[in-house]
């Protein structure tokens, strides 16, 4: 996604919030209130919703949770588990788009690209 259009959904989101305060507001306090560290750590939940967004084909979602993940400071390992689980689960398809998560996080890792663009998992 180009700078433009990151904008232009990062403007139209911030417009569907104040036409919707209730429910896109209500989305954004349950991803504060299941990702936060209670009794299972924040940066486990991210990881499941990273293999989640990987077995619904959702590169926006996979791309937000590797950067949110990474932020909590999952290891390598930590991650390739993770991306384990979800081809296991999907298998060919679960593989291909597994690919997809790990280049993210190569890529942020290295500081190659940083993924901060507007996304419907980032908000």
Not at 11 to 29: A, H, I
Not at 78 to 96: H, K, N, R, S, W
Not at 99 to 113: E, I, N, P, R, S
Request: hydrophobic share 35%.
């Amino acid at each position: 996604m180009n700078d433009l259009e990151t904008n232009t959904l990062q403007s139209t989101f911030e417009e569907l919030r104040r036409l919707s305060p209730k429910v896109t507001g209500g989305v954004m306090r349950m991803r504060e209130e299941a990702y936060r560290d209670k009794a299972v750590p924040a940066k486990y939940k991210l990881l499941t919703a990273m293999s989640i967004s990987i077995a619904l084909r959702c590169e926006p979602c996979i791309e937000a949770y590797v950067k949110m993940a990474c932020d909590k400071g999952i290891s390598q390992e930590e991650f390739v588990e993770f991306l384990d689980v979800a081809i296991t689960m999907q298998g060919c398809p679960g593989e291909e788009w597994a690919l997809k998560a790990f280049k993210a996080y190569k890529d942020h890792v290295t500081g190659q690209q940083v993924l901060e663009g507007a996304s419907c998992c980032s908000h």
